[in-house]
């Protein structure tokens, strides 16, 4: 059986283009020695149907081989131990002997760049990224996603099943692991080729793309777990710490110069309003349009010295000044004196404070796109204070949406992509049965915190059958998310909150 599904991989190698027919014996051979075999058989190649042949074909046919290799590797010792931490690692292993050397991977991007596109050359590494693994597609169509209409534009909803729980066992190796500080985080340039330990994922399978934006080296690549089409990373290439500054809005803008059909953003750099990664500086983009950027804009602003620049504040749910121009100088000019009228802004009457003993509360998640022959920037306005009422932010989730959605309100969600918890797909199915069967969801462990929400809305709706239970609950999950985003927003969409807003612009132009 292994023969033959060593077979069957390098017929996936070459369907996809991972390999020239050059390479099909060479292939082979490495193969055989991962498996520790001496040799193909004559009668296994003798009797092999290439069954592989499309690009179908080949992803239909990917996640089966995989499983029936690692099984083989379980049996026969070679692979540590059968249970998915070492499974990822293992499989990991094979596709990284499928992968071009990083040299030939730039090269080929930066010839289709120079001789044909931009475009050109992300579809085809964003297709690399898929076809060697790097970028599991077989676990990211198990994630949910659907879309939920709001006041403020059609928001996206997924529940994220792609990314692998991990194991007991693996995690009690972890703990027994020696602690390694290469690489230092998972998105340092040194994950490239990396064959990874129980407590960092193997990355044999990843190739990065060096780009020089701003005049400093950074490095591009998709996120293995793609929350939206081709997202993708944009590091730095030295460990260092997140930072919102003037340069920030350079280096955005020279990104989507370089790649104007992708958008890029960052996340602010301060504890709670950011990502989950702060100690090593990078922006997020892709070829996707988010509710955020189809928003219009509410009202339209002046900042002094800037009429040439097109201003305005957005019709969202967070607080976001939209400016446009032609110019990028322009932009990062009026960016960067925005950045800094709000870092030092302070608004007691709207509970804005721009810093308590010491430890500073304002910052800006950025984000950056071309639209037609203008550059634009959405300045989001982030503030991460706490209270006794609120101890995880006032400008965020407050409590009783935690039942949905808890974690902190990055860069995608800002934009109008929710990315929910695993949890929510299990606890979604029981309480449809729950609610179907009319059950008492405050004696039910897991479904109890959910019961207050469900008693709110289920009133909304004359009748709930198993016809529309799953529609009507996605539906009720997009408006707790649009309530997240409220929440999240510094400025309320009220008339109290637009003039507090309003005030902050009229104190950017008193600077």
């Known amino acids: 059986m292994i023969q033959e599904r060593i077979l069957d991989l390098t017929d ?3 369907a996809t283009g991972l390999i020239a027919p050059e390479d099909a014996r060479y292939t082979i051979n490495r193969l055989l020695e991962l498996f520790q075999l001496d040799e193909l058989t004559e009668e296994v190649a003798a009797v092999h149907k290439v069954s592989i042949q499309t690009q179908a074909d080949a992803e239909d046919a990917l996640e089966a081989i995989l499983e029936d290799m690692m099984d083989y590797a379980s049996k026969n010792g070679i692979m540590t131990e059968n249970s998915i931490v070492y499974r990822d690692l293992f499989d990991t292993k094979i596709m990284g002997l499928l992968v071009a050397r990083p040299s030939e991977v730039v090269t080929k991007f930066q010839g289709l760049y120079n001789h044909q596109s931009a475009q050109a050359a992300t579809d085809y590494f964003y297709k690399l990224s898929c076809d060697s693994n790097y970028i599991r597609r077989y676990r990211i169509k198990k994630d949910l996603k659907w879309t939920a209409d709001t006041e403020f534009g059609t928001l996206d909803i997924t529940i994220n099943l792609s990314k692998p729980e991990k194991d007991p066992k ?4 972890a703990k027994l692991a020696k602690q390694s500080g290469y690489p230092k985080c998972l998105l340092c340039k040194e994950n490239e080729g990396y064959a990874g330990r129980v407590n960092h994922p193997a990355r044999q399978n990843h190739r990065i793309i060096p780009v020089t934006i701003n005049g400093s080296d950074w490095f591009f690549q998709y996120s293995p777990y793609v929350y939206y089409n081709e997202h ?3 590091f730095n290439s030295n460990h260092t710490p997140m930072k919102i500054e003037r340069a920030t809005f350079g280096k955005l803008l ?3 110069t370089q790649f104007p059909h992708y958008f890029v953003g960052s996340n602010a750099d301060l504890p709670i309003v950011g990502g989950s990664i702060l100690s090593h500086d990078h922006f997020q983009g892709g070829h996707y349009e988010f509710a955020m950027a ?5 009202k339209e602003v002046v900042f002094q010295g800037f009429e040439d620049v097109k201003a305005g504040i957005v019709k969202w749910p967070m607080s976001v000044i939209r400016i446009s121009s032609e110019d990028t100088g322009r932009l990062i000019e009026l960016a960067d004196r925005i950045l800094m009228a709000w870092r030092g802004y302070t608004d007691e009457d709207a509970f804005i404070l721009a810093e308590t003993d010491g ?3 304002n910052t800006i998640t950025p984000i950056a796109r071309k639209r037609g022959g203008k550059f634009e920037l959405d300045l989001v306005l982030r503030n991460n204070i706490t209270t006794e009422e609120h ?7 407050h409590a009783k949406l935690h039942h949905i959605k808890k974690e902190n309100i990055g860069l995608i969600e800002v934009m109008g992509l929710a990315v929910l918890p695993a949890r929510l797909k299990d606890e979604m199915t029981a309480l449809e049965t729950a609610i179907l069967e009319k059950k008492d969801l405050r004696s039910d462990e897991t479904l109890a915190k959910h019961a207050d929400w469900v008693e709110e809305f289920l009133p909304k709706y004359k009748e709930v059958n198993k016809d529309n239970i799953t529609g009507i609950l996605r539906d009720e999950i997009g408006l707790v998310f649009n309530e997240v985003l409220k929440d999240a927003g510094v400025y309320k969409c009220t008339k109290e909150g637009r003039e507090g807003f309003q ?6 132009n008193a600077q």
Request: proline share 12%; with cysteine; net charge negative.
């Open 12 to 14: 996936y190698a070459l």
């Open 170 to 173: 693996a995690i009690a190796a």
């Open 232 to 234: 993708c990373i944009v």
């Open 254 to 256: 020279d990104f989507v």
């Open 294 to 298: 189809k928003a219009p804009l509410e």
């Open 359 to 361: 430890e500073p509360h």
């Open 391 to 397: 101890p995880l932010g006032v400008y965020h989730p």
């Open 503 to 508: 005030k902050f612009v009229d104190y950017v």
